[in-house]
């Protein structure tokens, strides 16, 4: 057992690093104002090989490991997490289509996807399914060699904007065995977008609901077999935990550098607030619970390598626990920062806020420990 990171992990993180810094630092308070979805300086992303990460090479995917990815993310994310989260809704999308395309599709869409010249988005939440993933609504009528798709996806990032979207949708009866995966491609008729979510947070990539009227999708579109596409999706899941897992530990470490900097030159009653026990131990347990978070994040990201049995129970406990501690950190350096890390000019409530929903997104905090708790009632 080797927490080291290896030469090439390190290479990998360097180049992560020194892209954010030139790339998403300067700009993320700015994108986070006025809401841009910054598609040029993604496609510089993709120029390096962040756009199929772990995807095989065939067609020009990177090749990595999760963990790889994992190291990566959470050097975007300590500069933009909202910029580095789409990435990663996009890594899955072209993920599901390496993993469980045909031949000809992953020909078709795969190259495009690397290049970053078609984006993608994942939709499997609805207005009246969230944690509840199974019972969705959105449903295709095959007539022929199309489906005839009706239905509305929420909450889906990048909706409007981007060019594929790979929508779970009931061919079959209830519960998750009559759900398949199709991919719709943008201007499809019948295809159209709710109005731009206004949001707390992640604000450099646009979110909308996604809206189906009669949209004609051909067969040939559909991932894998009918009933499989629930499958897909729990897979893309557990992968896409670790991923927003990695985001957190990213945003909460810039957070904790930006207390200790803090602390160190803010006098309150003649000396550094750094002197103040109270203030030394609450940095102390910010410090510990991040480290503690990556080596879950790194041990979850390892299981999905491996194909560990146990990786989903792995990934739920990483995710749970990552963005629970990433979210707390930030907020403990906010409050560290007094009433300064309330203003805009100082980038913490800027974390904060971009933070806080990844305890919500890609299964609920409460989905995740349902998840535990089931494997370990499994046997008892």
Known sequence: MDFRLSPDQTAFQELARGFAREHLAPHAAAWDEQGIFPVDVLRKAAALGFAGLYCREEHGGTGLTRLDAAILFEELSAACPSTAAYLTIHNMVSWMIDSFGSPAQRARWLPSMFAMDRLGSYCLTEPGSGSDAASLRTRAERVGDHYVLNGTKAFISGAGATDLYIVMCRTGGPGPKGISALVVEKGTPGLSFGKKERKMGWNSQPTAQV???????????????????????????DGGRINIAACSLGGARTCLGLARDHMTSRQQFGRPIAEFQALQFMLADMATELDAARLMVHRAADALDRGDPEATTWCAMAKRFATDIGFKVCNDALQLHGGYGYIKEYPVERFVRDLRVHQILEGTNQVMRMIVARRLLAGA
């Open 211 to 237: 809206i189906f009227e009669d949209c004609r999708v051909p067969v040939e579109n559909r991932l894998g077999e009918e009933g499989e596409g629930f499958r897909f999706a729990m897979k893309g899941l």
